[in-house]
Structure formats: structure tokens, C-alpha cells
């Protein structure tokens, strides 16, 4: 998952992620790591929150955009 990449990208802090998202740090670090996997709906939350698609979130495109 292409999570840490984006967010880093961003600039955003694993910290501020997880409040924008309403969940805790660790389970952002987990994502991160391999070590938990998110389910499909904070897969699509965070694909929301950055407007990428979720296809390219999972490493299944190169392509950011979401289909329209």
C-alpha cells in the first residue's frame, strides 16, 4: 500500500492522519507497516481524504485519478 508514500508526499504527520481519519496513530503505523490491513471503508476514507483512487492506494495502478 502506497499510504506512507502519499502522506509523506504530503507532508503530513502519521498524527494529524489519524485525527483527519478519527482513528489513533498506531493504526496508522500499522497500515503503514504491513502489520494490519485497513478495511474497505477506511480504505475509501483515506483515498477520499487524498483524492487519489483506491486502486492506487492498494499499488493496483500507477494512476492517482479517480475514476470520474
Known sequence: M???EIRKA???S???LAM???TNQNT???YETG???PGINELIKIADYFNVSVDYLLE???NPKKAE
Do not use: D
Open 20 to 22: 483527519e481519519l478519527n
Open 10 to 12: 504530503k507532508g503530513i
Open 14 to 16: 502519521q498524527l494529524k
Open 35 to 37: 502489520e494490519r490491513e
Open 28 to 30: 496508522i503505523s500499522r
Open 60 to 62: 493496483r495502478t500507477n
Open 2 to 4: 502506497r499510504l506512507r
